[in-house]
């Protein structure tokens, strides 16, 4: 089932060895920066608690979020700051994507000539996340991720690696959450927007950086008489 990490910190290492293979993903927040680059709770633990993970072997693929128009040179850059930690744990790294497609300039989730894992932009191709998503969990499939008898791993023989069948779950569930923040406030004027003219689509940031929604600008049309 899906986690926050922000709920684990304290066990993360317990909660890792339940499973085979994880799917792990991230936001972009710290945008630019050369580390701690999520703005969530796995920014509290690269460098602390999970540098004493035993996870060598372990089946890890990773997504990420991002504006690849407003933020063009830095797309998505922190799926590949939590690639690198799971790949430094000597974990077996898997769902690498072409970049055909899509809008960036540059990004430092690119290893070689492919993205790290999954990224989607759900400012500028919202239609195309779905497409992405699935043909991202065949190519996961086809890779072994299911496979069991990975290293570290604890899960039993009857619970293959759910992470993988969760990953458009746990999309969903996260735009369950945004549209329960934005119910919780009654107007908009808490969170902080952030204006994407190519696109039309402005992106309204809360306080904390942690919670954001998006509006889309309405054309309007003329109509002869």
């Known amino acids: 089932e899906p986690i926050e990490i922000d709920g684990v910190a304290d066990s993360v290492a317990s909660e890792f060895a339940k499973y085979d293979a994880l799917v792990v993903g991230t936001p972009t927040w710290n945008t630019a920066a050369e580390s701690e680059r999520s703005g969530t709770g ?9 540098e004493d993970l035993k996870i060598a072997g372990k089946k890890v693929a990773v997504f990420g979020l991002g504006d690849s128009v407003s933020y063009a040179e830095n797309y998505a850059d922190a799926a590949g700051e939590l690639h690198d930690v799971f790949e430094n744990l000597g974990c077996q790294m898997l769902g690498y994507t072409s970049q055909e497609g899509y809008l960036h300039e540059a990004s430092k989730s690119i290893r070689g000539d492919k993205f790290c894992g999954l990224l989607c932009d759900a400012v500028n191709q919202e239609e195309l996340t779905e497409g992405r998503v699935q043909k991202w969990v065949e190519q996961l499939i086809g890779e072994g991720i299911l496979e069991g008898g990975a290293a570290g791993g604890a899960a039993s023989s009857e619970e293959p690696a759910p992470a993988v069948v969760d990953v458009t779950a746990e999309l969903e569930e996260n735009s ?5 923040t934005i119910a919780a406030h009654s107007s908009s004027d808490a ?3 952030h204006y994407n003219p190519r696109s039309g689509v402005t992106m309204w940031t809360s306080p904390d950086g942690r919670t954001c929604y ?10 002869s008489p």
């Open 42 to 50: 796995w920014d509290e633990i690269y460098y602390s608690t999970m």
């Open 176 to 180: 369950i959450l945004m549209e329960e």
């Open 191 to 193: 969170f902080q927007p």
């Open 214 to 223: 998006y509006t889309k600008e309405v054309t309007k049309q003329s109509v």
